[in-house]
């Protein structure tokens, strides 16, 4: 009987833990990016592979990307890469027996681009963006996330195409993580 209370007990606590919102361990993932621009000056930033690392004793969620979806490299140079890190301001249950939850958060952006067909261009963008999306975390070591982040900034075109200013976009991700 003492055995079976102490199953029981152990079982309970692991299944509580199991559905822990993102614990503070460190978490370390790869997805999908993709994004857009409202403005068409800006460029377009495209999509790309990501790896993402949240560690334990910092909050901010990191996100890497590479936009290898369309890299070229000769006569016709293209490539970019963009860093993010983002602070949830809330991060909820929807159904914590599933494990869903919902975030939202705030967060800021740096990327480059760099383009050469003809013409010689660099791309330096960054700015503020607003994710918001799904966490669902199955286990307590392994996550399934998406969100959305609407962003605002600033972007400097050097080169060919020398032009600055103000623009608008969104970003979003679609990944997992292993918490660790």
Do not use: C
């Not at 016709?76 to 869903?100: I, M, S, W």
């Amino acid at each position: 009987m003492k055995k079976a209370v102490l199953v029981l007990a152990l079982a309970v606590g692991l299944s509580a833990g199991a559905f822990a919102q993102h614990p503070n361990k460190l978490g370390v993932g790869a997805g999908f990016q993709y994004g857009g621009n409202w403005d068409s000056d800006r460029g377009d930033p495209g999509s790309g592979l990501s790896l993402f690392l949240k560690t334990s004793t910092l909050p901010i969620y990191w996100g890497i990307y590479a936009n290898v979806f369309n890299w070229e490299f000769g006569d016709h140079t293209h490539f970019g890469f963009n860093v993010t890190g983002d602070y949830f301001l809330k991060h909820d249950y929807l159904v914590q027996e599933a494990g869903l939850s919902w975030f939202l958060g705030v967060g800021g952006y740096a990327g480059f681009w760099r383009s050469s067909n003809g013409f010689s261009s660099n791309l330096l963008d960054f700015g503020v963006r607003l994710p918001i999306g799904l966490s669902w975390m199955p286990v307590n070591f392994f996550e399934v996330f998406i969100d959305v982040a609407p962003s605002v900034g600033f972007y400097f075109w050097s080169g060919d195409r020398s032009t600055s200013g103000l623009g608008g976009g969104w970003q979003g991700d679609l990944g997992i993580r292993f918490w660790f």
